[in-house]
Every structure is written in structure tokens, then in C-alpha cells.
């Protein structure tokens, strides 16, 4: 049996993947990282992983990164470039059907027929790329991460008692990243998955309301949700430590799509692949709120 090759593998999906393959039984010696500096998979390699240095912007240090390879997790890129970020995958796709990889398995982006925001040009057209080498696929279509909603900074939400945004109706079909790379884990382990497409979105999406309601519930603190026009909504957050730039594109691209109906799709794809492993809204909030 060959190899599964995980590229990314130092970033946060690509680690988190790796861990749920050693989670359910595949050996350390079956699986080979691909990072750009390979210092900064240490702790993978601790853990007995092999570590080959990849570069999606370099085609020539690809084909010895998929030597022996038999199923691979494709990463997506991380440019904001979106034409570059297609010219970046065909290299990696390319590479992976030269290798002669089986089966190619691809963190794609949900729904992306129904959206607007331009990041699915750049799924759709690696998404046909991959089905032109012959080889096995599995698109994981992921939902944006709900860790953007709970993380380090959520206890300090819970505190001041606002939540803002500029989408005062729209609900947010968001996920666990670390549900995401359990996902991968599981179809890159078992059987069956060759050939299918998953949207991997909440199976109850939520609007910012109900955010603020189990924001409220988890922290025990009064927390209600302030939608407000989109140049105030930018300032708010400005002024809560947000740059202003990721603020902008919070609340200008994301929020907008948001209000359209672009992030209210469900999706019971994530439940059926996890099952109990499946972290809903207030079960991601309870894990990172602090008493």
C-alpha cells in the first residue's frame, strides 16, 4: 500500500488532519507531510511522520514530494491571488497525476454554485482540474470556519456584551475546523468515498442573534447582537482591536454574502461522515469559553 501525502501539512487543517489519521490507526510511517520548511513540522515529525519539503509556486520540488504516494490530501492554497491560486493548483494537480496518486482528495469550498464571493472560481476550476487526471477524487466542499466565532478572543466578547455585524437577518452555515480535518481523516481511512462530493456546512445554520443567545448561554454573561449599517459595523470593529482590512472584508464581502443567503446552507454531509465526533455551535463555544 502507498503512502498518504497531506500537503499543507504544517498549517493549522493540514496538523489537525494528520493527528485524526494517527486518531484512527494509520501508522506514522504511512503518512508524508509536505511543508515549505520543514522546521516548522517539527512536532509532526516528533511523532514519527515523514517530512518532504513542497512548494505549490515550484513544480520541480513536487514530484519527489509524491514519490510513493497512493491517496493525497490537497490543501488548497492560501493566496488572496485567486488567478494565482488556480495557476498554483494546477501545478500541484498536474504533479499528483504524473506521481500516479489514486486517489486525490480536495478541501474545496461549500456550495460554491450558489455563491458570490469569488473564492469559487478558484474551487470549481480545481474541482474539474482533478477530474481530468483519471484519478479517484473526493471534494470536501468546507463550510467557513466557526472558529472564527469561537477562539481565544470569545471570552472577551462574552465580556464586553455585543456582538456586531452588519447581517441582521443571515444565517451562518459555519463549521469546526478540526471537524474539517476529522472529515478528511475519515474518507482518506475508509471505503466508498472515491468519486463523491461532500458540503461540509452546518446541519443547522444560525444567525448572528442566535450566536449571541448561545454566546450569552455558555459564558453566563448578558451578550446581545448589534447589526449595524456596514461603515459603522467596519468602525466598531476597528475599534474592538479588528484590522481594518479584515474588518472591511468581514463585513463588506463576508457579512454582505451572509445577509444574501449565501452562508444558509445546511448540510447533514459533516454529521453523517463524524457522527458523536460532530461539534455543534454551543459545544464550540463551551470549548474555548473561560470562566
Not at 492554497?77 to 494565482?84: G, K, P
Not at 491560486?85 to 454554485?113: C, D, L
Not at 450558489?114 to 473526493?138: C, D, F
Amino acid at each position: 500500500m502507498g503512502k498518504i501525502i497531506v500537503t499543507g501539512a504544517s498549517g493549522h487543517l493540514g496538523t489537525a488532519a494528520i493527528r485524526h489519521l494517527l486518531d484512527l490507526g494509520v501508522q506514522a510511517g504511512d503518512i508524508v507531510g509536505i511543508v515549505r520548511d520543514t522546521a516548522k513540522g517539527v512536532a509532526l515529525a516528533e511523532l514519527g511522520v515523514e517530512l518532504r519539503t513542497g512548494d505549490y509556486d515550484d513544480a520541480a520540488s513536487l514530484p519527489a514530494a509524491f514519490e510513493g504516494g497512493e491517496k493525497l490530501l490537497f490543501v488548497s492554497a492560501s493566496s488572496m491571488d485567486n488567478t494565482l491560486r488556480i495557476r498554483q493548483h494546477a501545478t500541484v494537480v498536474e504533479a499528483a497525476r504524473n506521481a500516479g496518486i489514486k486517489h486525490i482528495v480536495y478541501t474545496s469550498f461549500a456550495f460554491p454554485e450558489k455563491m458570490t464571493l469569488g473564492l469559487e472560481n478558484v474551487h470549481l476550476a480545481t474541482e474539474y482540474m482533478i477530474r481530468t487526471t483519471g484519478a479517484a477524487y473526493t471534494f470536501l466542499r468546507n463550510g467557513f470556519y466557526l472558529d472564527m466565532l469561537a477562539n481565544e478572543g470569545t471570552s472577551a466578547v462574552a465580556a464586553a456584551g455585543t456582538v456586531i455585524s452588519a447581517a441582521p437577518t443571515g444565517k451562518l452555515n459555519y463549521v469546526t475546523r478540526d471537524n474539517l480535518a476529522r472529515a478528511a481523516a475519515v474518507v482518506l481511512t475508509q471505503e466508498g468515498h472515491e468519486n463523491r462530493t461532500y458540503e461540509l456546512t452546518a446541519s443547522e445554520p444560525f444567525s448572528y442573534d442566535e450566536y449571541a443567545a448561545a454566546l450569552a448561554e455558555v459564558s453566563g454573561k448578558p451578550v446581545v447582537h448589534k447589526a449595524l449599517p456596514a461603515p459603522e459595523a467596519v468602525s466598531a470593529m476597528a475599534a474592538a482591536g479588528v484590522p481594518e482590512g479584515a474588518a472591511g472584508f468581514l463585513v463588506h464581502v463576508v457579512d454582505a454574502a451572509i445577509e444574501k443567503g449565501e452562508f444558509s446552507n445546511p448540510s447533514n454531509d459533516l454529521v453523517d461522515l463524524l457522527g458523536d465526533a460532530y461539534t455543534p455551535l454551543k459545544a464550540a463555544l463551551e470549548a474555548v469559553i473561560k470562566d
